[in-house]
C-alpha cells in the first residue's frame, strides 16, 4: 500500500438537523481531480462505526404504547432534542482514529442528565448521512 500518498482533507456538510465536520478525512488523491477514499472499502465501513458510536435512547413500553426512554436510568425522554455539539473518534482498522465534530438533535434527561439522541423515523441516522455525502461532495471525495 503506498502509504505516502495518503492526504487529509477536511469535510463539513449540513442535511436536516444534523451538522457534520470530519477535520482530518485520509483519502488519496484521484489523478482524474479531486480525491478517493483511502482504501475501497472505506465507505462501507467507516458509517456504521460512526453510526454505532451515537447515544441512542432506548424504547419501551408495548407495541401499542411505544416511549422512548434514558439508556442509563430508564426515565421517561420528552421527544424534542436541541442542537448540540458532540466529538467522536471512529476506528476504522488499518487507520489511525478519525475525528468526527457533529451537532445533533440531543435530548438531556430529566433525571440524570445524560445526552441522548431520541430516534423516530431514523431521521437522524439519514440526516447524518446525507451531511456527510454533501461534505464529501464539496470537497470532491469520490467512493
Ligand atoms: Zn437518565
Known sequence: MASESV???????????VEARVPALPVRPDPRGGYRFVDPDFGASFFPLLWDE??????????????????????????????????????????????????????RCASCDEPQIVERNRSVEMDLSNALVAGLDAARVRA
Do not use: N
Not at 492526504?7 to 438537523?17: D, E, K, P, T, W
Not at 442509563?72 to 442542537?83: F, I, K, V
Open 7 to 17: 492526504l487529509h482533507v477536511a469535510i463539513s456538510g449540513r442535511a436536516g438537523r
Open 54 to 107: 451515537m447515544p441512542l435512547a432506548d424504547r419501551s413500553g408495548s407495541p401499542w404504547a411505544r416511549r422512548d426512554v434514558c439508556f442509563a436510568c430508564r426515565a421517561t425522554l420528552p421527544d424534542d432534542g436541541h442542537p448540540e455539539r458532540m466529538l467522536f473518534g471512529v476506528v476504522v482498522p488499518k487507520l489511525d482514529p478519525i475525528e468526527v465534530d457533529l451537532v445533533l438533535p440531543i435530548t
